[in-house]
């Protein structure tokens, strides 16, 4: 059973550069605007993983009990990561990826074909629901 340990910071995210305040009721482990985590828990809020490479998330699922499920695979070691969304998070972005299959097998056996997927799969997105430009 995974253990949680609240580790609740703020910090510049690594993907898009915002100022991520921390949550309040939980601990904070991705950016609110673009989703991007880094692949630092074994446990959820241990900052255990030695790994440290950006989780970039490639597919959301809706969940009837914990709301949005966002699905991840670190850049640097092809591991994969679930967390649940944030009260906070860009809704937009959240519904675009749950028209994104999540990745079926094993991520890590399958990184480099899966990273090319990931990028088809962004295309196929932006040209289905183009984001609305302000």
Not at 86 to 105: C, E, K, Q
Request: glycine residues 8%; positive net charge.
């Amino acid at each position: 059973m995974k253990t949680f340990t609240k580790n609740d910071n703020g910090f510049i995210c690594a993907g898009c550069g915002a100022q991520v305040m921390p949550l309040g009721y939980s601990s904070r482990d991705h950016c609110p605007k673009c989703l991007m985590s880094l692949h630092v828990d074994i446990n959820p809020g241990d900052r255990a993983n030695e790994c440290g490479g950006k989780l970039i998330p490639i597919s959301v699922q809706p969940d009837s009990k914990k709301g949005f499920v966002i699905i991840y695979v670190c850049e640097k070691c092809g591991g994969s990561a679930r967390c649940r969304a944030a009260n906070d998070d860009d809704t937009a972005l959240l519904i675009r990826l749950t028209n994104v299959p999540a990745p079926s097998g094993e991520v890590k056996n399958n990184i480099k074909n899966h990273s090319d997927s990931i990028e088809d799969n962004e295309d196929k997105v932006n040209k289905k629901w183009p984001r609305k430009r302000k």
